[in-house]
């Protein structure tokens, strides 16, 4: 038996010692296939938690915590392995045998057809646990590349484990680590309970397959089960012991074990779960690196939150919204069905076509245009006066003109305090003609088109087929459900309004109702979280980050055909001109970028699913992760990272008399970003005045 510290000198030696032989046998746990946790029975508790909620969707049936389901689990298995020790020298275990027992414990067994609804159950959760296990398996690269090479020489090739799934299960391991095709036979303890760990296993293997000990190859990772029980019968045998898998098994390890009393690093070992290992750590675009390492966990913890919050309220039916909720409605697909797989009241989910410039119009054609929806136009500091007033809201400006003249305004007459030549009383004027009759009819007349063409639109989505709905949004004061609900809100069979907010600003106060309501997830300002309101240092990053490939929705509209029936049209922002162009090279620009992130959300469903983890359990990291990346970035990081257009079409395109670029950390010069050391120390000491003065 030799032992070997580096991966390349085992091969080196492997593949001397395999010319005089006819026959290779590997172990596969930790040789062949390496996991990304450090210890095999996390996927455990994961498969109890499927048991128990499976168990909960079963009527009728008794509810079982998954500790239970767990505790139960390792008394059968621990009973058959005293059992299997009367008998043979390993105290083995064979998988099918103890769960069947779990089954029917669990669910029942009365009548032939219980019977056959556990034999389908049995099926199910062993499914479940070896996807389980393909999601945290691994293929050494070098040892597979080797293997094959062993085949292409017309060696035997041999798996063999001690392990408690039959040699079956293991194959589809093998199989979906993608070289079934190369294995000649795969041998597991669990079918005859004989283990390579007291030796009886290889005499079997022997005498099964006309082997020869001094022709035969053993590698493997363990010194007695691979090392000293094959050369005990004249085997030739390798043991590897890698020291750099070793050190991160034990990173891994101790990042879990900190979790334990310390919360931050709960998504510190999340993340380091979440790692590409082998042949998946190859060379990708910065961008990429960033989405996976940096947005991905952000993302997928808030629609992690998310789905925690719609389960806690009961709500069945979720929408996504505007171009934010593209990417939304994927990273939800890839790993809420993970994350809750089992249960069966999951929201059902859908993307909603919508946008302030669509909706705003809309909103206004039942209920008119009052002061509070007016104001909002001013916000941004692009709007000026009452043309973009009515650009916002659809509104063509002449049927106005003699309206206008009536309250002593024009249509260039400055309506925002950021703008040069603004009078207050030009304001008081504005708000009084929003009280006149005869402009409200004129606003109710234009946009009563748009209005209908709405909800004929949400109608076909089935919005007004239930009680509650989530809409999910990025944020930020939540002025897309505003106007929507507006839009609905006189309708008797209006629901209830939850908005899922990746961060909640509330920088102007949102009509909060038992009807309508908004909550942000990652940030809320209602609570206070010093770290995670650093979000607010680039919104339009993640705006930009996250934003669909399609265009911009501009408005819907009412269409009729030739026999007088009224439908609508989405009718979407032209791509044809200068700023289409730009987003376009926008959104190549951030395609690695989101490529990463759907890359990571797919491992965090992974990790958090195996550490049983929920959003309160990785905020603190994400908080961590806000601060370093917004509020205290390299300036390489803002320069390789900062958005190249942003299109906004509610912001206007007048200049504010105030500039606010220089408020802005990432909006700051190459030159003041690396020559000012304190620079981000001032920015954050601004941030931490603002909030604690809110």
């Not at 001032?682 to 603002?690: A, C, Q, T, V, Y």
Request: proline letters at 5%.
């Amino acid at each position: 038996m030799q032992q070997f510290y580096s991966l390349d000198k085992f091969i080196k030696e492997g593949e001397q010692i395999s010319r005089h032989c006819d026959t290779v046998s590997f172990d596969l746990f930790d040789t062949l296939l390496i996991r990304r946790i450090h210890d095999p029975d996390m996927v455990k508790p994961a498969v109890a938690r499927y048991i128990s909620r499976k168990a909960l969707a079963d009527k009728g049936k008794k509810t079982w915590t998954w500790q239970q389901v767990q505790k139960l689990r390792d008394t059968f298995e621990q009973e058959q392995r005293q059992e299997t020790g009367q008998h043979f020298d390993d105290f083995e275990a064979c998988y099918p045998d103890y769960m069947n027992r779990v089954i029917i414990t669990v669910f029942g067994e009365q009548d032939e057809q219980d019977e056959q609804d556990n034999d389908r159950l049995l099926r199910e959760v062993t499914d479940y646990e070896l996807a389980m296990e393909n999601s945290v398996l691994v293929p050494r690269h070098a040892l597979v590349a080797w293997l094959k090479r062993l085949k292409k020489q017309r060696k035997k090739i041999l798996i063999i484990s001690d392990v408690y799934l039959p040699a079956t299960h293991l194959e589809r391991l093998i199989d979906h680590a993608g070289f079934l095709d190369q294995v000649d036979a795969v041998v597991s303890s669990a079918d005859s309970f004989l283990a390579k760990a007291s030796g009886k296993a290889f005499p079997m293997i022997r005498e099964r397959f006309a082997l020869h000990y001094e022709r035969w190859l053993h590698l493997g990772d363990n010194p007695v089960s691979d090392g000293d029980r094959p050369a005990e019968f004249g085997m030739h045998s390798l043991v590897l012991r890698d020291g750099l898998e070793k050190m991160r098994k034990s990173l891994a390890k101790r990042y879990y074990n900190y979790s334990i009393g310390q919360p931050f690093y709960c998504g510190r070992c999340l993340q380091q779960i979440m790692l590409p290992l082998e042949a998946e750590n190859v060379p990708q675009h910065p961008l990429y690196v960033k989405g996976f390492n940096v947005f991905s966990p952000m993302l997928a913890a808030f629609i992690h939150g998310v789905a925690e919050h719609c389960l806690n309220a009961g709500i069945q039916r979720l929408y996504f919204f505007s171009r934010e909720g593209w990417l939304f409605e994927q990273v939800w697909n890839r790993i809420i069905p993970k994350l809750y797989a089992g249960m069966d009241n999951l929201p059902k989910v859908s993307y909603l076509y919508v946008s302030r410039m669509a909706l705003a119009p809309a909103s206004c054609g039942h209920a008119g245009l009052d002061q509070e929806h007016a104001d909002i136009v001013f916000l941004p500091p692009g709007n000026k006066d009452f043309r973009d007033v009515c650009r916002v809201f659809g509104l063509k400006a002449e049927p106005f003109i003699n309206i206008l003249v009536q309250y002593e305004l024009e249509q260039e007459t400055v309506l925002s305090p950021l703008h040069e030549g603004f009078l207050p009383k030009n304001r008081t004027r504005f708000n009084e003609m929003l009280q006149d009759e005869v402009f409200q009819d004129e606003v109710k007349k234009q946009t009563l088109p748009a209005h209908q063409a709405l909800y004929q639109y949400l109608e076909d989505q089935d919005f007004f087929a239930q009680p509650d709905v989530a809409l999910v949004d990025i944020g930020w004061l939540g002025t897309i459900q505003r106007f929507l609900y507006r839009s609905i809100a006189h309708r008797a069979d209006a629901p209830r309004c939850h908005g899922l907010l990746f961060g909640a600003t509330r920088g102007v106060p949102y009509p909060t109702t038992p009807a309508n309501s908004i909550t942000g997830i990652i940030y809320d300002q209602d609570r206070f979280n010093l770290a995670a309101s650093t979000l607010l240092y680039n919104r339009d990053l993640f705006e930009e980050t996250c934003r669909a490939p399609h265009p911009t929705l501009n408005a819907y509209r009412l269409t009729q055909d030739d026999k007088g029936y009224k439908g609508y049209e989405l009718i979407f922002r032209h791509e044809d001109d200068a700023i289409g162009h730009a987003e376009k090279e926008q959104d190549r620009f951030f395609e690695p970028l989101q490529q990463g992130i759907l890359a990571g959300v797919e491992q965090y469903a992974v990790a958090a699913t195996i550490l049983g983890y929920s959003l309160n359990d990785v905020q603190p990291w994400l908080n961590y992760l806000l601060v370093s990346r917004l509020a205290f970035p390299k300036t390489c990081e803002i320069e390789e990272i900062r958005q190249r257009h942003h299109l906004d079409d509610f912001h206007g395109q007048h200049k504010a008399s105030k500039n606010t670029a220089a408020k802005e950390l990432w909006k700051c010069s190459r030159l003041k970003l690396r020559w000012r050391p304190l620079l981000r120390t001032e920015f954050f000491l601004r941030l931490i005045k603002e909030r604690l003065c809110s």
